[in-house]
């Protein structure tokens, strides 16, 4: 069992920058499993936004944040981050963190654990 705690959300104005945290405890060793960010803006899916293999050295993105958006782990720390950069109006969604040991089942949106959620708004 992996638990998930969110952080770093808030409001931004268009172009800003904000970076989320996320916190996992548990029974498991963190590096076990790989991370991926998700978000949903109202009214639609929830969306893949970003992963990352168990020692970092792998990670994915979709086109709609690449060369924007990065994501990092820090084993000692427990901690996956999301650093959002050149911030638009459509980033607006609550950004949820995810965890599965399957890097594939994760990236397909299907991991074992969830976060509860950050919101991120951002202001034209």
């Known amino acids: 069992q992996v638990q998930l705690v969110e952080s770093g959300g808030g409001l931004v104005q268009a172009g800003g920058s904000l970076r989320l945290s996320c916190a996992a405890s548990g029974r498991r060793t963190f590096s076990n499993y790989a991370m991926a960010w998700f978000r949903q803006a109202p009214g639609k899916e929830r969306d893949f936004v970003a992963a990352?293999?168990?020692?970092?050295?792998?990670?994915d993105y979709a086109d709609s944040v690449k060369g924007r958006f990065t994501i990092s782990r820090d084993n000692a720390r427990n901690t996956v981050y999301l650093q959002m950069n050149s911030l638009k109006p459509e980033d607006t969604a609550v950004y949820y963190c995810?965890?599965?040991?399957?890097?594939?089942?994760?990236?397909?949106?299907?991991?074992?654990?969830w976060g509860q959620g950050t919101q991120v708004t951002v202001s034209s």
């Open positions: 995810a965890a599965d040991a399957r890097y594939a089942a994760l990236v397909r949106g299907r991991p074992d654990y």
């Open positions: 990352i293999g168990w020692s970092g050295g792998s990670t």
